[in-house]
């Protein structure tokens, strides 16, 4: 157990519909990480949060998008849901995330994931 | 997106049996973490390294950082069944810029360990 969750663990919806995930980080990480996971593209980097701001950007779609509240967790937000959508979405935290510190407090460390399914 | 260089893609070995994979890229990296992935589950972190040509162990597994700040590696030894899941290398780039703290993974090396 990585100490970092997710909710749900599973998500079936229809194509145009509007889903939220859920990741709570490690007690005392200050930094979250969602990444998606699909057979054709790996796990790609979607985008970073650090302390409530936004960090750093990935492959993000403009119909996605995230937040991290002041209790540090933080919600993924999927809309207009498109069939290639379906994957596995991952929340990862770590304690700094590249702001400082030594290295081991850039280490990511994976929630069980989201699977989501769009029909 | 941008992907490491991973391989074998695949292996099928015998319980016993050593195992050898590799990451390399175009680009120099900070850090290169090696994580293990379970059907339905999160990759899991086995080992990280920072700094070049750094040699690190957990139990029976061994990983290096290349010199070149651009490939890493990672020995399996003397493999058990429940070695069997699918091996990402992850590199994390320098400081600064705005894609710090992102990791790009590597496709993965699935592994099949035959008692």
């Known amino acids: 157990d990585s100490g970092v969750t997710q909710t749900p663990k599973h998500l079936i919806t229809a194509t145009g519909q509007r889903v939220t995930l859920r990741c709570s980080p490690r007690s005392g990480d200050l930094s979250v990480y969602w990444y998606q996971q699909s057979l054709d593209q790996g796990l790609q980097f979607l985008i970073q949060y650090y302390n409530g701001e936004e960090r750093a950007k990935g492959n993000i779609l403009e119909r996605f998008s995230a937040q991290q509240f002041p209790d540090l967790h933080s919600e993924l937000n999927l809309s207009s849901l498109e069939l290639g959508d379906s994957a596995l979405y991952f929340c990862?935290?770590?304690?700094?995330?590249?702001?400082?510190?030594?290295?081991?407090?850039?280490?990511?460390?994976f929630g069980p994931g989201t699977r989501l399914t769009v029909l | 997106g941008q992907q490491l260089n991973q391989s074998p893609q695949s292996m099928f070995i015998q319980e016993g049996e050593d195992v050898s994979m590799n990451c390399t890229s175009s680009s120099i990296f900070n850090t290169w973490l090696w994580y293990k992935q379970d059907p339905g589950e999160g990759p899991v972190l086995l080992i990280a390294l920072y700094k070049a040509g750094e040699l690190t162990s957990n139990g029976r597994l061994t990983a290096q950082f290349g010199t070149t700040r651009k490939d890493s590696f990672l020995n399996i030894s003397a493999s058990i069944p429940s070695d069997v899941g699918i091996y990402f290398c992850a590199g994390q780039p320098s400081a600064g810029g705005t894609s710090y703290g992102k990791l790009t993974f590597g496709q993965g090396t699935i592994l099949t360990v035959h008692p």
């Open positions: 990862a935290s770590s304690v700094v995330g590249g702001v400082g510190g030594q290295g081991s407090y850039n280490e990511q460390f």
